[in-house]
Every structure is written in structure tokens, then in C-alpha cells.
């Protein structure tokens, strides 16, 4: 073997004319086939491409409808609760309200020592958590038709997705 030179049993050296021509010969090759890769991986992904993008906009378009009916679901539940939490909160203002009466016909009962109006230390501790509670209610209760109005809008736009979603299948 002329030109080659080994070097223990796994290294073999090849002269460097021969080296430089078997270099050459390898970029050329790979330069072909890198080329060759390149358009092959074009085509791949073209034809790929058009499989998945252009094959499967009815299974998309079922698929939004299913996410828009889920989401539909949820606001409905959303409502629900927000409807049942309302209701909680005007029946404690009702039984707030009753209270108060109790309290005012107890004060009529009992009038005062003085006929002016009470000291702020004599307040009753009872009518001032009352009056907290009930303040606590209204802004609780602000609230909560704070929310109503956004799952309402929220579910129109749900709906109004829905209600189109049969013109996309149509085009």
C-alpha cells in the first residue's frame, strides 16, 4: 500500500495529495446531496403541508365547534352559580332588612333615656354589624352583576361563533 502509513492498529494516515483529491471529492458530494436533502425535505414538507393544512379545515371547523360548545357549557355553569350566589345574597338582605325592623321595634319599645340621639358609645354593637353586613352584601352583590354582565357577554360571543360555524361549513 503505497502512501499510506499506519499508525498502531486503529489510525491510518494517507499522504496528503491523496487527502486533498478525497476531500475535494467529499465537499462535492456533500454539496449534491445537501442540495438533493434540501429539495427533497421541500417536497416532504410541501406535500405535507398540504395534508395538513388544506385536507382537514372541516375536522378545524368541527373542532372549534366542539371547543366554542364547551366553552358554552362552562358559562352556562358559570351563570348558573352566579344566578344561585344572587339570590343567596338578596335573601340574607331580606333577612337583614327583617332585622333591622326588629331592631327599630325594640328601640320604639324602649325609648331611650335621653330624647336626643344616642352617644357613639352607646351604639348597639349589634346595629353596627348589622349595618357592616349589609353594606358588605350590597358591594358583594354589585359583584356578582358585574360578573353576570361578562359570562352574558362572554356567552354571546360563544353563541354568535356557534351561529356562524354553519356558514364556514357551507363555503
Do not use: C
Request: net charge positive; no cysteine.
Amino acid at each position: 500500500m503505497a502512501g499510506v502509513r499506519t499508525l498502531g492498529r486503529k489510525f491510518a494516515m494517507v499522504d496528503e495529495a491523496r487527502a486533498g483529491e478525497n476531500l475535494a471529492k467529499l465537499v462535492g458530494v456533500f454539496q449534491r446531496r445537501k442540495w438533493l436533502a434540501i429539495l427533497g425535505f421541500a417536497v416532504v414538507f410541501a406535500t405535507l403541508a398540504t395534508v395538513t393544512f388544506g385536507l382537514p379545515t372541516r375536522l378545524i371547523h368541527q373542532l372549534d365547534l366542539y371547543q366554542n360548545v364547551q366553552q358554552l357549557e362552562r358559562l352556562s355553569a358559570q351563570l348558573r352559580l352566579n344566578a344561585e350566589n344572587q339570590i343567596r345574597v338578596r335573601d340574607q338582605r331580606q333577612k337583614m332588612a327583617g332585622l333591622a325592623e326588629l331592631s327599630k321595634d325594640i328601640r320604639a319599645i324602649r325609648p331611650p333615656a335621653e330624647s336626643g340621639p344616642p352617644a357613639p358609645g352607646r351604639l348597639r354593637p349589634e346595629s353596627v354589624q348589622l349595618d357592616r353586613l349589609k353594606q358588605e352584601l350590597e358591594v358583594e352583590l354589585k359583584s356578582l352583576r358585574e360578573q353576570e354582565a361578562e359570562i352574558r357577554a362572554g356567552i354571546a360571543k360563544y353563541q354568535a361563533r356557534l351561529d356562524n360555524t354553519p356558514k364556514r361549513e357551507v363555503e
